[in-house]
């Protein structure tokens, strides 16, 4: 069982930077893959980033390119969104989540962290 607590976001202008923090509970943290996802009021929730759990591999929605970047640092069980150039429609919660296989779809993660809002204002 892993839990995970988001932390970092808020309120933010268009072209700033937040960046966000995913803390996890037990001992296996460093076994497990890690990604970000957003949900947007009304819309589903979509795929941001994911790292392998060595932090080896990366990948990312097209949307973020170049603008996010995730890490990791198993040491202290935490995982980071580091969001630059943020835009309005970046506008949405969001969750990290931890699975066995880096994956980029919903169903492939099996434990997920509440959510953190961030807004961007134009």
């Known amino acids: 069982q892993v839990q995970l607590v988001e932390s970092g976001g808020g309120l933010v202008q268009a072209g700033g930077s937040l960046r966000l923090s995913c803390a996890a509970s037990?001992?296996?943290?460093?076994?497990?893959?890690m990604g970000w996802f957003r949900q947007a009021p009304g819309k589903e929730r979509e795929f941001v980033l994911a790292?392998?759990?060595?932090?080896?591999?990366?990948d990312y929605a097209d949307s973020v390119k170049g603008r996010f970047t995730i890490s990791r640092d198993n040491a202290k069980n935490t995982v980071y969104l580091q969001m630059n150039s943020l835009k309005p429609e970046d506008t949405a919660v969001y969750y990290c989540?931890?699975?066995?296989?880096?994956?980029?779809?919903?169903?492939?993660?099996?434990?997920w962290g509440q959510g953190t809002q961030v807004t961007v204002s134009s």
């Open positions: 989540a931890a699975g066995r296989y880096m994956r980029t779809y919903y169903s492939g993660f099996d434990y």
């Open positions: 037990g001992r296996t943290f460093s076994t497990y893959a």
């Open positions: 790292i392998s759990w060595s932090g080896g591999r990366t």
